[in-house]
């Protein structure tokens, strides 16, 4: 029997996940990773970190399986982590992580020449961080600029320089053209650094030789392009349709839609990623999970949550933030939360604040669809916060669309499925996802 990996670099830790032809989970392995060393904005991981994890959880997986034959690997990873490798792929030190912000000046100098669209706006991008490690002056033994996900695919097929379209978004790649753009070429970047930009689902190699036999794995098994951390989770939930919508209720509100067209809006933080021959909007709000834990223990939740009633409103009127600022729906960067007045129970406060975030979500998503997206046709829920079963008669009677169940929640499921599509000739994603009836 052939299996197929998924493998997921989280912010926290690694997850695999191996998968048979049908979509069936056979078995998945986790490794915790150490928090990255920070300094102010400065957020940075040795790459060594995700490899040992990345060969504990093939290792642990290949084990748990001793007769079925590891067929394929996908790997995705947090978007904008970027290291600088040499011709062998050896790191040139440790990775600015996803949410390193150090690179503002470089981010000012890409905002100058780069269109709206671009998704390379910002300090987190992948690009602002490339720039800033040339302006330092470490790219003199440089030969590759590599993602989190690009680097482990390398290490794993022995092949470096190659990204997938979506993790490239953040370098300044153009999703459209599916093409490096020509503004890119009047800042100040080694162009040779730039990787090969191929598509989720498109063939690497197979697995290096050395690598294999060290992990147990056939030296035909094929490592394939992935993606981004949250591009495959959307993939994993089974959503392939227009209007098909993913909000993710974890520490903060995310929601995602497939659309025909791709939704560019900086100003609100919204951006598409590829999906196929489709397109992938989404926007955050800064509302969301950790604003609930600034009240209540996950405990008090549990408990509180049995005395709410969905069915009949507060008519409390919360904006919960869990500080000043918000990007999306709304774009205010010093708006205030809005949480008072607070009810002597604990449980109609509560109750409050749930609408309160409910409410984002409806106007995130009417949002989305103001700017050219498609309002959801049928909504699937992920994160801690889509356990919680009144939360969800709630927010179903405030959103007004139907409420599918996530086929799975795990990023490392929607990599596995990528791999699996990869190794048998289907699309990478795009309407193509669900296992076999």
Not at 50 to 70: F, G, H, K
Request: with cysteine.
């Amino acid at each position: 029997m052939n299996l197929y990996v998924g493998i997921d670099l989280g912010t926290s830790g690694c997850r695999a996940i191996a998968i048979d032809a049908t979509g069936t989970e056979h078995a998945s392995s986790a490794v915790a990773f150490p928090e990255p060393l920070r300094r102010g904005p400065e957020v940075e991981q040795d790459p060594d970190i995700w490899w040992q994890a990345t060969c504990a959880v093939i290792r642990e997986l290949v084990s748990r399986n001793p007769d079925a034959c590891i067929a394929g690997i996908a790997v995705d990873g947090t978007s904008g982590t970027l290291l600088l490798a040499d011709d062998r792929g050896n790191p040139l030190g440790r990775a600015l992580m996803y949410n390193d912000a150090r690179s503002q000046p470089e981010a000012a100098v890409i905002a100058s020449c780069a269109p709206a669209e671009s998704g390379a706006h910002g300090a987190s991008s992948s690009l602002a961080k490339l720039l800033w490690l040339q302006r330092r002056g470490d790219t003199g033994r440089a030969r590759y600029a590599l993602h989190q996900a690009d680097w482990i695919s390398g290490r794993l097929a022995g092949v470096y320089g190659v990204c997938d379209y979506n993790n490239a978004l953040k370098l300044g790649y153009d999703a459209v053209q599916l093409a490096w753009p020509d503004w890119l070429r009047t800042l100040p970047i080694r162009q040779q650094l730039l990787p090969d930009v191929v598509a989720p689902g498109d063939t690497l190699g197979t697995v290096d030789t050395t690598v294999a036999g060290a992990l147990s794995l056939s030296q035909e098994a094929r490592v394939i392009a992935g993606t981004t951390d949250s591009v495959a989770a959307f993939c994993a939930t089974g959503a392939v349709d227009i209007g098909d919508a993913v909000t993710s209720l974890g520490s903060t509100l995310v929601l995602k839609i497939l659309a025909q067209s791709p939704v560019y809006a900086p100003e609100y933080g919204v951006y598409s990623h590829r999906f196929g021959d489709r397109w992938l909007v989404g926007g955050a709000s800064n509302s969301g999970g950790a604003v609930l834990r600034q009240y209540f223990s996950d405990t008090r939740m549990a408990a509180l949550s049995d005395r709410i009633h969905p069915e009949t409103p507060t008519g409390l009127d919360y904006y919960p933030l869990p500080a000043a600022g918000e990007r999306f729906p709304v774009a205010d960067p010093v708006l205030e939360a809005r949480v008072t007045p607070r009810p002597a129970d604990d449980a109609l406060f509560f109750q409050g604040l749930l609408e309160g975030i409910a409410r984002i979500e409806s106007a995130g998503y009417r949002q989305l669809a103001a700017l050219g997206a498609p309002f959801p046709h049928a909504l699937r829920s992920v994160g801690t916060g889509s356990k919680n079963a009144r939360w969800t008669t709630l927010r179903r009677i405030l959103l007004g669309v139907p409420f599918v169940p996530a086929r799975h929640s795990e990023a490392a499921y929607g990599a596995a499925l990528i791999a699996r599509n990869g190794c048998t000739g289907r699309a990478g994603f795009a309407m193509d996802t669900l296992p076999d009836q």
